[in-house]
């Protein structure tokens, strides 16, 4: 099986950079009922291994800078032809916590091709209460089984103005 869970380190990555920067600009800031929740885009790259039985590895990058690594177990769920579709979590283990992603994907057998979409995110350390969506694309070498991710999305968290 691909791993595709590279996604869940890019989350992570995102996510510390998220929450130790302030956002870029207005637009990252959108008013929420308990403060201000801050998005961040989420673009990053990851390369791994798939070590079989539904698990990989993978680090991640952002602008060819690693942020940190990811561990995924995934299930398969059906197949179509050559095409597999598996759920499963990503975990992103960074510096300050770790992000897990359940995810939902496809993975064509025959061409090494997998996407994968974040169904639910859980964190710890500075990435708890973050939310938002991502999205995992890329190619795995069927012979090697070493893959190449791009992880893109959006990133969120409430920051409130004092306790409730």
Do not use: Y
């Not at 602008?63 to 059906?78: D, K, Q, S, Y």
């Amino acid at each position: 099986m691909s791993l595709r869970r590279l996604v869940l380190p890019l989350v992570v990555c995102l996510a510390a950079a998220f929450a130790l920067a302030p956002p870029a600009s207005a637009s990252a800031h959108r008013h929420h009922a308990r403060g201000h929740v801050r998005c961040i885009t989420v673009d990053a790259t990851g390369v791994g291994q798939d070590l079989g039985g539904g698990r990989t590895t993978a680090t991640i990058s952002v602008h060819g800078f690693e942020v940190g690594t990811t561990t995924a177990a995934f299930t398969i769920t059906a197949v179509n032809g050559t095409v597999a579709s598996f759920t499963g979590p990503i975990t992103f283990t960074g510096l300050g916590g770790t992000l897990t992603a359940q995810v939902a994907g496809t993975l064509d057998v025959a061409t090494g091709a997998f996407t994968s979409t974040s169904t639910s995110l859980a964190g710890t350390g500075i990435f708890r209460r973050v939310t938002g969506d991502l999205t995992f694309t890329g190619t795995e070498d069927l012979t090697t089984l070493a893959f190449t991710e791009s992880i893109t999305g959006q990133l969120c968290r409430a920051h409130g103005h004092g306790r409730h």
